[in-house]
Antibody, heavy 121, light 107 residues
């Protein structure tokens, strides 16, 4: 069974940095494109970043572009999100999610449990 | 960027009711739309992909329809465990976007 487990969340001061990790198991990690999605307290879902399985393509939401960097280590079955210049509005639960595509129909079929990031002084 | 507008934001219904949630895209996205269910404190769960394809293991009372800019998620007979929040997501182009969510509550 495919499983994703996030870690690395916590309390950080505005302007600070944090690195989130997502450990994958139960599937061939290197075959799948991965994403980060976040959810501010009491709010809806916000997609924030994507990385292709071959690491050659990345995409970001405007809200995090230039501050966050997505990466992966296929040998370690791990996905990462480096978050710099953090702001109060980055406070959220961060989920990693696997993308599957059948022909060109894609969707997020497997999600982690989420890790909470709180940006506050 | 493609905006998704879900309606209604809140829905009150009774167990056994037929419930429909609508998702409207700001531009055509063919059938590149997914629906998720999210319970409090949990990760989203995939219900429907490709606008109308039921994910394995999801009860058949859930169905999706639509293409282009208008989509809907229908629950044919609402069950107590369905009282939670639902989101649509477009995967036609980056940035992938989600609708604002629909919370289904007991009447």
């Amino acid at each position: 069974e495919a499983q994703l487990v996030e870690s690395g969340g916590g309390l950080v001061q505005p302007g600070g940095s944090l690195r989130l990790s997502c450990a994958a198991s139960g599937f061939t990690f290197s075959h799948y494109c991965m994403n980060w999605v976040r959810q501010a307290p009491g709010k809806g879902l916000e997609w924030i970043s994507y990385i292709s399985n071959t690491i050659t393509i990345t995409h970001y939401a405007d809200s995090v572009k230039g501050r966050f960097t997505i990466s992966r280590d296929n040998a370690k079955n791990s996905l990462y999100l480096q978050m710099n210049s953090l702001r109060a509005e980055d406070t959220a639960v961060y989920f990693c999610a696997r993308r599957i595509c059948y022909s060109d129909i894609c969707f997020f079929d497997t999600w982690g449990q989420g890790t909470l990031v709180t940006v506050s002084s | 960027d493609i905006q998704l507008t879900q309606s209604p934001s809140f829905l009150s219904a009774s167990v056994g009711d037929r419930v429909t949630i609508t998702c409207r895209a700001s531009q055509g996205i063919s059938s590149y739309l997914a629906w998720y269910q999210q319970k409090p404190g949990k990760a989203p769960k995939l219900l429907i992909f490709g606008a109308s394809n039921l994910q394995s293991g999801v009860p058949s009372r859930f169905s999706g329809s639509g293409s282009g800019t208008e989509f809907s998620l229908t629950i044919s007979s609402l069950q107590p465990e369905d009282l939670t929040t639902y989101y649509c997501q477009q995967l036609s182009s980056f940035p992938y976007t989600f609708g604002g969510g629909t919370k289904v509550e007991i009447k």
